[in-house]
Nanobody
Framework: QVQLLESGGGTVETGGSLRLSCAASGDTFSTYIMGWFRQAPGKEREFVAAVRWRGGHTWHADSVKGRFTISGERTKNSVYLQMTGLKTEDTAVYYC???????????????????WGQGTQVTISS
């Protein structure tokens, strides 16, 4: 079993920055991937970014490339999402997820992740 605990959400103005953190506890593996998804009101949950601890490989959705950066810290079983240049459309509940790495094409897919956090609200005000 793996438990995920997100933190760092809040309300910022357009153009501001936030850093989300997710700490994993339980039986974790460096070959697995940790990712961030988000869900805005009335919309489906979408992939934001992911990182594989082993090798440090990262993936980012096109909508956040150049603005968001995911990073992982294996010694702390943690993953971070540094968000800059925030826009109102970034408003959503952000979820941390953890799952076994399979193939690259599966990384943006929710089914690739076995464990999910409770989510943290990010609100961008105009």
């Amino acid at each position: 079993q793996v438990q995920l605990l997100e933190s760092g959400g809040g309300t910022v103005e357009t153009g501001g920055s936030l850093r989300l953190s997710c700490a994993a506890s339980g039986d974790t593996f460096s070959t697995y991937i940790m990712g961030w998804f988000r869900q805005a009101p009335g919309k489906e949950r979408e992939f934001v970014a992911a990182v594989r601890w082993r090798g440090g490989h990262t993936w980012h959705a096109d909508s956040v490339k150049g603005r968001f950066t995911i990073s992982g810290e294996r010694t702390k079983n943690s993953v971070y999402l540094q968000m800059t240049g925030l826009k109102t459309e970034d408003t959503a509940v952000y979820y941390c997820a953890y799952g076994p790495y399979a193939i690259v094409s599966s990384i943006p897919q929710q089914f690739a992740y076995k464990y999910w956090g409770q989510g943290t609200q990010v609100t961008i005000s105009s």
